[in-house]
């Protein structure tokens, strides 16, 4: 069964800090990661994207993978307002898995205080 | 390029009556979604499309149908409203397993629909 574990917050740091979400599933033969952002009111939009394990950067993003753990983590350096949102991490299948795609954490409320 | 649309954004019912939710894409993508969120709950899938003319039951269907007669547009449908259905519904698309390594799914900006 598709299960996947997300603390659901608030989260409330100070500005400039480092935040770290994380998720946890069950569920092995998931290959692909990803963090979506959701601002109030809005629809999710993707942030990162990582196959399999290992870590994967993009400016203040950093999006780490341990499968062996089964365990997904996105920090936020030097953390800004305009980072407030809801953070969802989703999960998916390989190739021809499953057109049901991805499966979604219920996600992470953060502040950031300014 | 306006990526995912829906209509309406806001809708009021009352118990018992039907609407329509219109979702449209632009990206020519193969696969499209619909799903709900509620507080606590997470986006949770109510039925999916893996091309024109074809539909599936997701985790939550009870209550919906869908159309997908263009490849553009995926219909959700609420034949006999019930305040459960009281939600946020969000309609996504993406290119297809087939076409793409992994699955990023781009959604839309939502209709929030009350039923009184």
């Known amino acids: 069964q598709k299960e996947v574990e997300q603390d659901p917050g608030p989260l409330s740091v100070p500005e400039g800090a480092i935040v770290s979400l994380n998720c946890t599933y069950s569920?092995?033969?998931?290959?692909?990661f990803m963090w979506y952002r959701q601002y109030s009111r809005k629809g999710p939009e993707l942030l990162m994207y990582t196959y399999s394990s290992g870590n994967k950067e993009d400016g203040r993003f950093t999006a780490q993978v341990d499968k062996s753990s089964k365990y997904i983590s996105l920090f936020i350096r030097d953390s800004q307002p305009s980072d407030s949102a809801t953070y969802l991490c989703a999960m998916g299948l390989p190739s021809g898995g499953g057109a049901d795609g991805l499966t979604f954490g219920k996600g992470t409320h953060l502040i950031i205080q300014p | 390029n306006a990526g995912v649309t829906q209509t309406p954004k806001f809708r009021v019912l009352k118990t018992g009556q039907s609407m329509t939710l219109l979702c449209a894409q632009d990206?020519?993508?193969?696969?499209m979604y619909w799903y709900r969120q509620d507080p606590g709950m997470g986006l949770r899938l109510i039925h999916y499309?893996?091309?024109?003319?074809?539909?599936a039951k997701g985790e939550v269907p009870d209550g919906y149908n869908v159309s997908r007669l263009k490849k553009q547009n995926f219909l959700l449908g609420l034949e006999s409203a019930a305040p459960s259905q009281t939600s946020v519904y969000f309609c996504a698309s993406s290119f297809g397993t087939a076409l793409s390594s992994y699955n990023e799914q781009f959604f839309g900006p939502g209709t929030r629909l009350t039923v009184l």
């Open positions: 990206m020519n993508h193969e696969y």
């Open positions: 569920n092995s033969a998931f290959q692909y």
């Open positions: 499309s893996v091309g024109e003319g074809t539909t």
